[in-house]
């Protein structure tokens, strides 16, 4: 019989939640430690349509990477999502920075993805390494390399830079909202940094330091992780049933 206990025991292994940076909130958010699970679903975020996706698979645990609850709330409305995760009994436990910063986290299969080699943390805040950087077995003009990371992350499209005869070679890599790293990732010898979130002012500072941007967005450089965390799951507790969300995605379409 494996309890809700038993995993988020198992992810605290591997991505410790007390390593979580300060302002995040981590953890078994929602729910009951000795609850038992025999079907669980994967998202990156939860929302009504996961919950309902949840019910429709019996499942009554939801492990996400956002937290369901980051801010404090001043009250709760029947139709909310954390509402619905009450009223169907689901439990929620989520590894939001703990498992951005984890040796086989979020970051280390965003380079992998990229077939990143060497990869060493880029930056350290509150102690903790955050981001990675590391080297390309080849190099790419610019243009190519977006288009590189667009099929390496199944993009429906990128945001990227281009620098003039600028190769690419080394890479750094931070998922979801990483943009502030461009200049430490010049510092450390980066001709690129790929992220998921990068401000307007970001970008032009990028520009004046010769580095390139790539923006991948901010789902498609985090979404990496869910794979790999099933399936360590699926080995850890074969008793339980893992699914990966069908019905979450960020609803960004290009044009």
Avoid: W
């Avoid at 309902?52 to 709330?73: D, G, M, Y």
């Avoid at 001043?74 to 954390?82: L, P, Y």
């Avoid at 330091?209 to 074969?238: C, Q, R, S, W």
């Amino acid at each position: 019989m494996t309890k809700v206990k038993n995993i988020f025991n198992f992810i605290n292994e591997f991505a410790p939640f007390e390593n979580a940076l300060s302002f995040d909130n981590c953890g078994l958010l929602i729910g009951e430690a000795e609850q038992e699970i025999k079907n669980a679903i994967l998202s990156l975020d939860i929302t009504k349509s996961v919950v309902e996706e949840a019910k429709n698979l019996n499942a009554n645990l939801i492990i996400s990477h956002h937290p369901v609850i980051f801010k404090p709330i001043s009250e709760i409305n029947s139709g909310s999502t954390i509402s619905l995760l009450c009223k169907n009994d689901i439990n929620a436990i989520c590894a939001h920075t703990n498992l951005d910063i984890a040796n086989k986290g979020v970051n280390f299969h965003l380079a992998k993805k990229l077939n990143i080699q060497g990869a060493t943390p880029l930056s350290y805040e509150e102690g903790k390494p955050l981001g990675l950087i590391g080297s390309l077995n080849r190099e790419f003009e610019c243009e190519e390399f977006a288009k590189y990371v667009k099929e390496s992350l199944g993009c429906k499209g990128v945001r990227y830079t281009e620098q003039k005869n600028k190769k690419i070679k080394t890479v750094a890599v931070c998922s979801g909202s990483g943009g502030e790293f461009y200049k430490k990732s010049h510092e450390k010898g980066a001709d690129v940094i790929v992220t998921g979130e990068i401000k307007h002012s970001q970008i032009i500072a990028a520009n004046e330091l010769g580095i390139m941007v790539v923006d991948a967005g901010h789902y498609k450089t985090e979404n990496v992780i869910l794979e790999p965390l099933k399936n360590m799951l699926e080995k850890k507790f074969e008793n339980v049933n893992f699914y990966l969300s069908e019905s979450f995605t960020d609803n960004i379409n290009y044009l």
